[in-house]
């Protein structure tokens, strides 16, 4: 077949410069089909994986059939049809497994009466609900879904760290938000007003920040018959209160001594201080006296922790104590040699708040459930009125979440705590009815872990914290 103008000169091409390399003497090289490694500036390990301890298997089970062992009582094969369907189910049964070993029955068994034992769960008798009751609740859920974010930031930076503790300054006239953190910083926020700084165009929000303690601090409280005082309490062994008139700080003697304090509560003239320890210790001070004792007195009235203790503000002789020994109990402070009440709970109890008219109690617990207890003081009698389901796991990184009460609101008292979920749940304390919740989708982003109502304002005011160090303030 005649070549193509296309292959001829294409030929042509290859004898002209075969031709040249001819000329110029250059060796032609071999080609090398072999694959040829790549320079590279570093070396590239391979991975081994570790071999795995195998274990010795015991040998194969062999059939007696392949083993040539003729088979006992064999069924008849001319039946066989007849039976596969009773083999199958012989196979079945040999399958199931009803029970296990002793020692593993029994520890399963006592797992799972540790997931029954959350005690105080169902109220011994409920009351009906009265009309006023239902009536007053939802006029609160009314003014509850009214309750909004006004301030211009989504949230206000108070503190460098995660809150702890929150309060409102008594005063109705001025909001002024108090935020006490786990660096041991004691932040102020004017929630109302705003102030430009001479560098800067944007209003900023008004903070003021101190840190009076080095450790973080565990509670904060208004002196009751001074607004112009505050108390706060610290890991850092100390009890501290801030004077707002000269803007300074005060330190409460104790003799010398550093008290690892977890809470605090101050009777209502003022003048003694009842306080716990992480060792389970409740103590007393009376901060009318300048100089502290020379010999610090403990009641040992738990054997773990006690992370709160609140004294009834109708009768001062009641002290609610919760543990983390899952316990609530009620102490008569005249006599501490045994409490008039105790109420186990599944987990810590993390809180225990009376009531304004001291007639309620309600925990939080980390089994989940918020508790409500009625109080019958010419009785002596303490029942459980609900048990409330509620994700109480706030875990390393939340700050526990408390059920405070409004003080001001006695006749349908009401009480509020943190949600997982961020918002804020407002509950009765008449009927255990959810009434209402705080939230804003677009602004807020954490769990409001802390949350207080203002004590003394006509309409209803509740700021919160978060793990941000940052506040909320819905009016």
Same mark, same amino acid.
């Given at each position: 077949?005649?070549?193509?103008?296309y292959?001829?000169?294409?030929?042509?091409?290859i004898?002209?410069?075969?031709?040249?390399?001819?000329?110029l003497?250059?060796p032609?090289?071999?080609? @090398?089909?072999?694959?040829?490694?790549?320079?590279?500036?570093?070396?590239?390990?391979? !991975?081994?994986?570790?071999?795995?301890?195998?274990?010795?298997?015991a040998?194969?089970?062999?059939s007696?059939?392949l083993?040539?062992?003729?088979?006992e009582?064999?069924?008849? !094969?001319?039946?066989?049809g007849e039976?596969n369907?009773? @083999?199958s189910?012989?196979?079945?049964?040999?399958?199931?497994?009803? $029970?296990?070993?002793?020692?593993?029955?029994?520890?399963?068994m006592?797992?799972?009466?540790?997931?029954?034992? &959350?005690?105080?769960?169902k109220?011994?008798?409920?009351?009906?609900?009265?009309?006023?009751?239902?009536?007053?609740?939802e006029?609160?859920?009314?003014?509850?879904?009214?309750?909004?974010? /006004?301030?211009?930031?989504?949230?206000?930076k108070? +503190?460098?760290?995660?809150?702890?503790?929150c309060?409102?300054?008594?005063?109705?006239?001025?909001i002024l938000?108090?935020?006490?953190?786990?660096?041991?910083?004691?932040?102020?926020?004017d929630? /109302?007003?705003?102030?430009?700084?001479?560098?800067?165009?944007?209003?900023?929000?008004?903070?003021y920040? &101190?840190?009076?303690?080095?450790?973080?601090?565990?509670?904060?409280?208004?002196?009751?018959?001074?607004?112009?005082?505050?108390?706060?309490?610290?890991?850092?062994?100390?009890?501290?209160y801030?004077d707002?008139?000269?803007? %300074?700080?005060?330190?409460?003697?104790?003799?010398?001594?550093?008290?690892?304090?977890?809470?605090?509560?101050?009777?209502?003239?003022?003048?003694?201080?009842?306080?716990?320890?992480?060792?389970?210790?409740?103590?007393?001070?009376?901060? =009318?006296?300048?100089?502290?004792?020379?010999?610090?007195?403990?009641?040992?009235?738990r054997e773990k922790?006690?992370?709160?203790?609140?004294?009834?503000?109708? /009768?001062?002789?009641l002290?609610?104590?919760?543990?983390?020994?899952?316990?609530?109990?009620?102490?008569?402070?005249?006599?501490?040699?045994?409490?008039?009440?105790?109420?186990?709970?599944?987990?810590?109890?993390?809180?225990? &708040?009376? %009531?304004?008219?001291?007639d309620?109690l309600? +925990?939080? %617990?980390y089994?989940?459930?918020?508790?409500?207890?009625?109080?019958?003081?010419?009785?002596?009698?303490?029942?459980?009125? %609900?048990?409330?389901?509620?994700?109480?796991?706030?875990? =390393?990184?939340?700050?526990?979440?408390?059920?405070?009460?409004?003080?001001?609101? $006695?006749?349908?008292?009401?009480?509020?705590?943190? /949600?997982?979920?961020?918002?804020? @749940?407002?509950?009765?304390?008449?009927t255990?009815?959810?009434?209402?919740?705080?939230?804003?989708?677009?602004?807020?982003?954490?769990?409001?872990?802390?949350?207080?109502?203002?004590? +003394?304002?006509?309409?209803?005011?509740?700021?919160?914290?978060?793990?941000?160090?940052?506040?909320?303030?819905?009016?």
């Amino acid at each position: 077949m005649p070549l193509s103008e296309y292959e001829k000169q294409r030929l042509e091409n290859i004898e002209r410069n075969n031709e040249l390399l001819r000329q110029l003497e250059i060796p032609r090289l071999k080609v @090398d089909r072999k694959r040829s490694a790549s320079p590279s500036t570093h070396t590239i390990k391979k !991975h081994i994986p570790k071999k795995q301890h195998k274990e010795k298997q015991a040998p194969t089970r062999v059939s007696a059939r392949l083993r040539g062992i003729a088979a006992e009582n064999a069924p008849d !094969h001319t039946t066989m049809g007849e039976t596969n369907g009773g @083999d199958s189910k012989v196979k079945e049964e040999a399958k199931r497994v009803d $029970k296990l070993e002793d020692t593993k029955q029994q520890e399963f068994m006592q797992m799972l009466d540790d997931m029954r034992r &959350y005690p105080n769960l169902k109220p011994e008798d409920t009351k009906p609900v009265k009309k006023e009751d239902q009536d007053a609740q939802e006029r609160l859920r009314e003014e509850i879904t009214r309750l909004k974010v /006004n301030h211009t930031w989504a949230t206000v930076k108070v +503190t460098p760290e995660r809150i702890n503790a929150c309060v409102f300054h008594p005063s109705s006239s001025k909001i002024l938000a108090c935020a006490a953190d786990v660096s041991g910083s004691l932040g102020f926020w004017d929630v /109302n007003n705003m102030k430009k700084e001479e560098d800067d165009e944007d209003e900023e929000p008004v903070v003021y920040t &101190y840190r009076p303690h080095t450790r973080g601090i565990t509670n904060m409280l208004f002196d009751p018959t001074n607004s112009d005082r505050l108390y706060t309490s610290s890991y850092d062994g100390t009890l501290r209160y801030f004077d707002m008139k000269n803007a %300074s700080f005060g330190l409460v003697d104790f003799g010398g001594e550093r008290v690892p304090f977890t809470n605090f509560d101050m009777s209502q003239d003022g003048h003694n201080v009842w306080y716990s320890t992480s060792e389970g210790q409740v103590g007393f001070r009376d901060i =009318r006296v300048k100089d502290g004792p020379s010999e610090l007195e403990f009641h040992q009235l738990r054997e773990k922790k006690v992370g709160c203790v609140h004294l009834n503000p109708v /009768n001062q002789n009641l002290l609610a104590v919760a543990s983390n020994d899952r316990t609530l109990t009620i102490w008569d402070i005249r006599s501490l040699s045994e409490q008039t009440h105790e109420f186990s709970h599944g987990y810590s109890v993390t809180s225990a &708040y009376w %009531s304004p008219r001291g007639d309620k109690l309600v +925990t939080a %617990s980390y089994d989940d459930y918020i508790r409500l207890f009625d109080f019958n003081e010419s009785k002596n009698e303490m029942k459980l009125q %609900s048990a409330i389901r509620h994700n109480n796991h706030t875990g =390393r990184w939340v700050t526990n979440f408390r059920a405070r009460w409004h003080q001001t609101a $006695k006749e349908h008292q009401l009480f509020l705590i943190g /949600n997982m979920k961020h918002p804020v @749940d407002i509950f009765s304390g008449e009927t255990s009815e959810e009434i209402g919740e705080l939230y804003d989708e677009e602004r807020i982003t954490a769990i409001q872990a802390v949350a207080q109502f203002h004590p +003394t304002t006509e309409n209803m005011t509740v700021v919160t914290g978060n793990g941000s160090g940052r506040m909320v303030c819905y009016s």
